[in-house]
C-alpha cells in the first residue's frame, strides 16, 4: 500500500487547505484511514479517522474546524481545514490501519510521507 499526500502550503490564520491523500494497492474493505501531524518538538497526534462505511470520529482540537472524508471508489482521503490557526502549523500525514480505526500512531500500517502545513 502507498500513501501520497498532496494540497499542503502556507496560509493566514483563518484561511483553509484541503489535503488529499492518494492510497494505492491492496486495502482491505475493514480499513480505517485517518489523518495525523506532528509539529517540530512535538509527538504525532492523531485528529481524525474514518471508516468504510462513513463513521468519523475527531479529537477536540480539530473538531468543528476539520472534517475528514474519502472517496471510496478514489481511494483517496481528504481532509478539509477551516479556521486555521498558527498552532496548526506541522507536517500532516494520512495512515491507514486494517481494521478497526485506533488513534494512536503505533496502530497504523501504512503511512504518507507527509506534507507540510504552515499557518501564520
Known amino acids: 500500500v502507498q500513501l501520497v499526500e498532496s494540497g499542503g502550503g502556507s496560509v493566514q490564520a483563518g484561511g483553509s487547505l484541503r489535503l488529499s491523500c492518494a492510497a494505492s494497492g491492496s486495502i482491505s474493505s475493514s480499513r480505517c484511514m485517518a489523518w495525523f501531524r506532528q509539529a517540530p518538538g512535538k509527538e504525532r497526534e492523531g485528529l481524525a479517522t474514518?471508516?468504510?462505511?462513513?463513521?468519523?470520529s475527531y479529537v477536540d482540537a480539530v473538531k468543528d474546524r476539520f472534517t475528514i472524508s474519502s472517496d471510496n471508489a478514489k481511494n483517496t482521503l481528504y481532509l478539509q481545514m477551516n479556521n486555521l490557526k498558527p498552532e496548526d502549523s506541522a507536517v500532516y500525514f494520512c495512515?491507514?490501519?486494517?481494521?478497526?480505526?485506533?488513534?494512536?500512531?503505533?496502530?497504523?500500517?501504512?503511512w504518507g510521507q507527509g506534507t507540510q502545513v504552515t499557518v501564520s
Open positions: 495512515s491507514v490501519r486494517e481494521g478497526g480505526c485506533r488513534n494512536s500512531e503505533d496502530e497504523q500500517d501504512y
Open positions: 474514518i471508516e468504510r462505511d462513513g463513521h468519523t
